[in-house]
């Protein structure tokens, strides 16, 4: 009895956290029904994402579909087999999602791969293991041997020896980080002609590219719009401003619709009325990969950005005290809340997420804007989230939102 009266003021102690814990687990319980929020799962490979599949485009293309992109097909082409290096050359195609760099690739593969001893495709995506990576190359460019078996370091050395003398090209499709091509470049010999293609949303991934390689960017016979249709055409195409899956996608779905004004008016107003998952499903997948990996507080800047109106020249400075203002910024080692905020700023631009609009004489981010198909999934994803909502001015407002 003296030793649990000597302790009772520490179980006192205990019993009172314990409670506090509680409280505050109900607490989070709450806050995500009432928020909406997501379950996350680990993948393979260690990274949290969530759960949903990505959406992988198969890489193959029809003659008919490859138009208006004939200046870079022909430029990559020179790049690939133009010249007679006998070193090898890395090739870069980057820009923001859906922009058409798996499309222009692939059709640029599929012509030039007979002029290499070997050649091949693989889809890396987010969350790849390297090990793995390493293995699939070999296995697609034809080396020999118990692959699935051998160590990391005798499958290089294979390889390498493999590929000494030959003409080879490698196409890597969808790559996130340059920690690919720093894993795996020692297997590649530099000695002889080869091809290494990365096509990528990641700024720093297109750094890899040798020397000015890199580049940035149905129903009917005679597939002719109607006359009575080509003002709303016209308008389509404008609202997509250069974005070729936005068109494809567009497209795809006026073909299921009735050539009439009223039918494809109507899907003019649902785009206006920023209803993408009816308008655009398929972008809203493809694009919906590039939002998820964004970080916490990198996300929040995003989805800020997005209330501007529309075609609106962000500032950078202005931006900046805006996310600080909002409490999305935080101080991280010795760097300001600024320099955190410019450099969340600069990130956004490398994911190709955000535009250049100009730079000062320095060289420095001057203004930016946002795509008007991605501004329309970000008010979207932001809706989903419960992190804001644009009022029209119609209805009561009752969402719950930040």
């Known amino acids: 009895m003296k030793k649990r009266i000597k302790h009772a003021k520490a179980w006192w102690r205990l019993a009172h956290k314990l409670q506090d814990i509680k409280g505050r687990l109900r607490g989070v319980k709450q806050r995500k029904k009432d928020y909406a929020m997501t379950e996350i799962v680990k993948c393979p490979g260690g990274s949290a994402s969530h759960a949903k599949p990505t959406n992988q485009t198969l890489h193959f ?19 690939l087999i133009g010249d007679s290096e006998q070193r090898s050359k890395i090739v870069t195609v ?87 091509w720093a894993y795996i470049r020692n297997v590649y010999p530099t000695g002889c002609p080869g091809r290494i293609v990365f096509t990528s949303r990641n700024h720093e991934v297109s750094l890899l590219a040798s020397t000015n390689c890199v580049q940035a960017f149905w129903n009917a016979e005679d597939k002719a719009c109607p006359l009575d249709l080509q003002k709303l055409a016209q308008k389509f195409v404008s609202k997509c401003k250069g974005l070729p899956i936005a068109i494809a996608c567009i497209g795809r779905l006026l073909s299921c619709k009735p050539p ?32 998820e990996d964004l970080p916490y507080d990198l996300k929040n800047c995003f989805l800020h950005c997005a209330l501007l109106p529309e075609d609106y020249s962000i500032k950078r400075r202005k931006a900046m005290r805006h996310w600080i203002a909002a409490g999305f910024i935080r101080e991280k080692e010795n760097k300001t809340l600024e320099e955190v905020a410019e450099g969340y700023l600069t990130e ?55």
Not at 374 to 401: H, M, P, Q, T, W
């Open 61 to 79: 293309t029809r003659e008919e579909d490859f138009v208006g992109n004939k200046e870079n097909q022909e430029k990559l082409i020179q790049w």
């Open 94 to 180: 980057w820009g923001m999602p859906g922009v058409g760099k798996t499309t222009l690739v692939a059709h640029v593969y599929n012509t030039v791969k007979v002029d290499f001893d070997t050649a091949a495709w693989i889809t890396v995506s987010k969350n790849c293991h390297l090990e793995e990576l390493l293995k699939k190359i070999a296995g697609e460019l034809g080396v020999t041997g118990d692959i699935a078996s051998m160590e990391e370091r005798s499958l290089g050395l294979t390889m390498h020896n493999y590929l000494q003398g030959k003409k080879y090209m490698l196409v890597l499709d969808d790559v996130w980080t340059a920690e690919v």
């Open 260 to 291: 009439t004004p009223t039918d494809w008016g109507n899907v003019y107003r649902d785009l206006e009325l920023q209803l993408s998952k009816d308008v655009i499903p398929d972008l809203d997948m493809i694009l919906k990969v590039s939002l």
């Open 348 to 402: 956004l631009v490398n994911r190709s997420l955000l535009q250049v609009a100009g730079r000062n004489g320095a060289g420095r981010l001057k203004c930016c804007r946002m795509h008007d198909v991605i501004r329309l999934l970000a008010l979207n994803k932001a809706k989903e989230e419960c992190f804001s909502k644009v009022y029209d001015g119609s209805g009561a407002f009752s969402e719950r939102i930040r």
